[in-house]
């Protein structure tokens, strides 16, 4: 049967995912050799970066195509008002079915406060698998993932091991919620194979995102090994000269990892617990990529594979995340594949993830919406300016109260450039005692050790930077509603 003239989008977003997670990223220690055939086969985004630390804003982010400020949601537990306009229901407007599997993370994602699940707009999406995640100490009644468990009489278990705390063996691959996700977006396919229509499908991967709990077998590789994983980025004394509350999230106050009682191994076992979670994310592309083959639709389907935001695994003594902008934090994976249409090449190019929903559309033949802030990619896929070719002056990123442990409430926005990067803390508005900032030279520190924020030396390229912050701040004013008239 023909395939559709327009271009079917498979969209993988993982949660939780730093850059380096993957061989194509320079990660010696992963197995993932099917994303890393992904990226060889499309444009691999060198420098990437989200707009928020956190789930909820930077999914309302990218999937709306504007900043946090704009959308309105700007911390997790907070609703996306109904008036946003999501590029899946632009797409289904224009003729797109449209389909999801996993999270989405867009509205209050606690069953004491959506207590059958999260509450929707219209997001555009027909078939609508939803599972936030799978923690067993609180699933909704609704989630699919464990109605799919309990229909072959299976129970959600995770079991921990005695070497660190912090880590549990969850299901055997073949039961993990990322399977789970994949095999939906499978069956989505197939479906879709014997339909002219074009389609649209998000598969929304939980996993890295903690608890730490990856399959038994694909951890034991990593146990094996174990002496040779890399120690977390920390330089004792490092956090003396940064915020206070970096303080604390060392020992334990955001994560509930405290990195000063650890031991080295401990560290690398919870490395090696992240890298298993992405090596079964890997394989679970690949079983996606292997469908699109075998429905003959992998020439007319654009492939994505990213991330919604990073994890600081022990980087400067902080697990987790929140108001935390170290490029471990805002620096993800992404890849942008289909040969067909775009020649394989890698760029350096500063991109953003609001840069993703113009860029859709335009891949769609669909006119940009005049509320998007992000620019798109497309003259990139296609090839321009080669490997250093421009796109941006630089990136930005909004944190705004946006988790709940935080006593101080940190308003935070960032600036990064090529080379160097800018964090300025807003807190003294909120009355607290405390504020400052960060300033990193990221050619000649480019694990963001030493703080030369309040360095006399550099006063004056601080100030070029807040000057440059204070743009990009106006620049997220909300375009809408569109002017009308001259008067």
């Avoid at 072959?152 to 005695?162: S, T």
């Avoid at 429905?295 to 991330?307: A, P």
């Avoid at 400052?436 to 390229?461: C, I, K, M, W």
């Avoid at 440059?468 to 509603?481: F, G, K, S």
Wanted: hydrophobic share 35%.
């Amino acid at each position: 049967m023909s395939q559709p003239t327009r271009p079917n989008i498979l969209w993988i977003c993982t949660d939780q995912q730093r850059h380096d997670t993957l061989g194509c990223y320079g990660n010696p220690y992963v197995h993932s050799p099917r994303i890393d055939s992904l990226a060889r086969n499309g444009l691999l985004f060198e420098n990437a970066f989200c707009q928020s630390t956190v789930c909820s804003p930077s999914r309302a982010s990218f999937l709306t195509g504007r900043y946090p400020r704009a959308t309105r949601c700007r911390q997790n537990g907070q609703a996306i008002p109904d008036d946003e306009i999501l590029v899946t229901r632009l797409l289904a407007d224009a003729g797109y079915f449209c389909g999801l599997s996993g999270k989405l993370h867009l509205s209050p994602c606690h069953p004491k406060v959506a207590p059958i699940r999260e509450r929707r707009i219209n997001d555009g999406y027909t078939c609508f698998h939803w599972s936030h995640h799978h923690y067993a100490s609180n699933p909704w009644p609704s989630d699919e993932y464990y109605l799919w468990l309990a229909s072959q009489n299976i129970r959600y278990h995770a079991k921990p091991i005695p070497q660190c705390p912090h880590v549990t063996l969850s299901m055997p691959a073949e039961y993990h919620q990322t399977t789970w996700c994949a095999q939906k977006a499978i069956d989505f396919m197939q479906v879709a194979a014997e339909h002219k229509t074009p389609w649209f499908f998000s598969v929304n991967i939980f996993d890295p995102h903690h608890d730490f709990d990856p399959p038994e077998e694909l951890f034991n590789r990593y146990l094996k090994k174990l002496d040779q994983i890399p120690l977390p980025n920390y330089v004792p004394g490092e956090l003396d000269n940064k915020p206070p509350f970096q303080k604390v999230d060392h020992l334990g106050n955001n994560s509930d990892i405290d990195s000063t009682q650890m031991s080295p191994d401990e560290h690398r076992i919870i490395r090696a617990a992240y890298w298993a979670m992405c090596d079964l994310i890997d394989m679970q592309v690949g079983r996606m990529i292997d469908a699109l083959k075998q429905t003959n639709q992998l020439d007319n389907t654009i492939i994505i594979f990213m991330s919604d935001h990073g994890e600081m695994l022990g980087d400067h003594g902080i697990y987790l995340k929140g108001p935390h902008m170290y490029d471990p934090a805002v620096h993800i994976p992404l890849i942008i594949s289909n040969p067909k249409l775009f020649p394989a090449r890698r760029t350096a190019a500063l991109t953003e993830l609001t840069d993703l929903a113009p860029t859709i559309l335009e891949l769609a033949g669909l006119p940009i919406h005049p509320g998007m802030q992000g620019r798109s990619l497309l003259p990139l896929l296609r090839g321009g300016g080669g490997r250093t070719s421009s796109h941006r002056d630089d990136v930005y990123c909004e944190y705004y109260n946006a988790m709940t442990k935080h006593p101080e409430k940190p308003f935070a926005t960032m600036l990064r450039t090529a080379g160097e990067k800018l964090i300025r803390y807003h807190s003294l508005a909120q009355g607290v005692s405390w504020g400052g900032g960060e300033l990193y030279d990221l050619t000649n520190d480019p694990t963001e050790t030493r703080n030369l924020y309040a360095d006399p030396a550099f006063q004056s390229l601080k100030t070029r930077l807040l000057e440059r912050l204070c743009d990009r701040m106006a620049e997220t004013v909300d375009p809408l509603p569109l002017r009308q008239s001259s008067w």
